[in-house]
């Protein structure tokens, strides 16, 4: 049975060490993406989500910036494909909506397209190269 996941959300100072400690092992690590790139200025502003297990291990984080802009989306390896990221996403959703965004948007890496099509968001524009990663640009309309 796949493992309860709670998903809180707070400030940077509230969930620094949580998220960088994801976004170091997914970004930086397996993903090859430089560190001075990965953390930056928007973290300040943005609101944070952490998923954590029913021991309060961390397993995935994502963010969100005060204009519905979502990014660093990840789960930690051993933790994929057991609705995590699902799980982060719906949480951020449920947000946005409180907040009364209109809309949220994405840039997501080619490969995760499909990830966030399941939850309703629908590709628009050109492709286009982010860290040297491929990317389509997202949005989902409430
Ligand atoms: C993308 C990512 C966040 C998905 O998290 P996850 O916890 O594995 O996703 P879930 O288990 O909630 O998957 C939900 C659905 O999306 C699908 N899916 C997940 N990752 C996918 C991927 N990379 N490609 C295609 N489908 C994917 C799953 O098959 C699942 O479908 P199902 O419900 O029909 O079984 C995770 O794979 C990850 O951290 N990848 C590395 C970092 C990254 O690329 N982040 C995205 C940046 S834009």
């Known amino acids: 049975m796949a493992n309860a996941i709670t998903v809180e959300h707070g400030d940077w100072k509230t969930y620094q060490h949580e998220c960088e400690r994801v976004r170091l092992m997914v970004f930086v690590a397996e993903q090859k993406v430089p560190r001075e790139l ?7 502003e943005a609101e944070h989500f952490v998923a954590f297990d029913s021991r309060r291990m961390v397993e995935g984080c994502a963010r969100m ?3 519905g802009h979502i990014g660093r989306v990840a789960v930690l390896r051993p933790f994929r494909g057991r609705g995590v990221g699902t ?8 947000r946005a909506k409180e907040k009364g965004l209109a809309s949220v948007y994405l840039g997501a890496q080619v490969h995760a397209v499909p990830f966030y099509e399941k939850l309703g968001f ?7 190269t ?6 389509r640009h997202m949005r989902l309309t409430f």
């Open 130 to 135: 982010e860290a040297g990663i491929p990317h």
């Open 87 to 94: 799980a982060v996403m719906k949480a951020v959703i449920a």
């Open 65 to 67: 910036l005060p204009d």
């Open 38 to 44: 990965e953390m930056d200025e928007h973290d300040a």
């Open 122 to 128: 629908a590709a628009e524009g050109e492709p286009f």
